[in-house]
């Protein structure tokens, strides 16, 4: 895996996170203006302006994040002491941008729950659900891999090994993450889990722009939710999902839809046409076709159609013939006259 991650086009992967990225905004932005009918898997009716779940909720929780979150940059702490109003300005960014503001959205949310239905407060049960452990059968082994691993196969190597490597990579460049413990990691999540009737999971580039875009800068962030998982999940157990039921969609959508853009923001970094037009066409096959791995492999032969392209062929003697890349600084001064 470590190799493979090694060898693929910066291009490739990041017409990928691209895709991811948009996609997610996409979504993000159906939830807000419109109900949702998650087990049709369709949106229904557009969401009126009022209400508990209505768009003046998403829009002002949309606007307290920007107006506390910003683009998501960070702020120069060394600067100058001679540009007062500047020091001034990124002090009051810096306070700003201190406050958990998704956080609070979050549990402006859980507030809302309970107040569109107060029927939950009778509902909750506290202490854990019982844990049962599964008898899995070797046709259930047989139809799990056909029909549900085999197919998520290159979405998962994609999108939850190589694009999280390589946005971690981007995010912290002074801690290399390693594609192969990546993994594995998610290979023994879903085979210990499995035995207990646990869903699929993997990392996902997605959390990861997420948590980063709303704060998280280490591994402590991550140490801290789980905590809080494990928290909720002993004191509330399955009647927590009586509460995530009532969670407005408009808020949900609001901070999917940061993730989503912080994710296709890391695709900025392309400094050639060529390597823009490679992640443009894999983004957009990615996304019309509804399939990462028909984008990742229209991606690389792209690529490596327009390196074939760039083949220079000479012919050094009767019978014998070679090809050499031409390099870009010799393409450009053979136009000068």
């Known amino acids: 895996m470590s190799t493979l991650y090694r060898l693929l086009p910066l291009p490739v992967v990041r017409g990928i996170q691209l895709s991811q990225g948009l996609s997610f905004a996409f979504s993000a932005i159906k939830y807000i203006r419109y109900n949702q009918d998650f087990v049709a898997s369709k949106a229904t009716a557009p969401r009126a302006w009022l209400g508990l779940d209505g768009l003046v909720v998403a829009l002002s929780s949309l606007l307290f994040l920007v107006i506390f979150t910003g683009s998501g940059y960070h702020y120069d702490r060394n600067e100058s002491d001679d540009d007062q109003p500047r ?14 503001a998704a956080l609070i959205v979050f549990l402006l949310g859980l507030v809302l729950c309970f107040i569109r239905d107060p029927s939950i407060f009778g509902d909750i049960k506290f202490g854990p659900s019982k844990i049962g452990f599964l008898s899995i059968t070797w046709n259930d082994w047989k139809v799990g891999f056909l029909r549900g691993a085999v197919p998520q196969i290159p979405l998962s190597v994609l999108n939850s090994v190589i694009a999280v490597c390589k946005l971690s990579g981007d995010l912290f460049p002074d801690r290399e993450l390693s594609a192969a413990k990546v993994s594995v990691s998610v290979g023994v999540m879903n085979l210990v889990g499995c035995w207990f009737g646990a869903m699929p999971v993997c990392h996902g580039a ?12 280490s591994g402590w962030s991550v140490v801290y939710l789980g905590i809080g998982k494990l928290v909720i999940g002993l004191v509330f157990g399955n009647s927590f ?9 408009g808020i949900l959508g609001v901070l999917l839809l940061f993730a989503g853009i912080e994710l296709a923001m890391a695709s900025r970094d392309m400094n050639s046409k060529e390597e823009s037009f490679v992640m443009l066409v894999c983004a957009a096959v990615s996304l019309t076709g509804s399939s990462a791995a028909l984008g990742f492999v229209c991606g690389i032969l792209l690529f490596l159609l327009l390196k074939l392209r760039k083949m220079e062929y000479s012919g050094s003697a009767p019978g014998f013939s070679k090809f050499k890349f031409e390099s870009t600084v010799d393409a450009e001064t053979s136009s000068i006259p």
Do not use: E, M
């Open 87 to 100: 020091r001034r300005n990124s002090k009051r960014l810096r306070i700003l941008g201190s406050i958990p």
């Open 241 to 249: 999902v009586r509460i995530l039921n009532q969670f407005p969609i």
């Open 206 to 217: 997605g959390g990861l722009a997420g948590q980063y875009r709303f704060g998280a800068r």
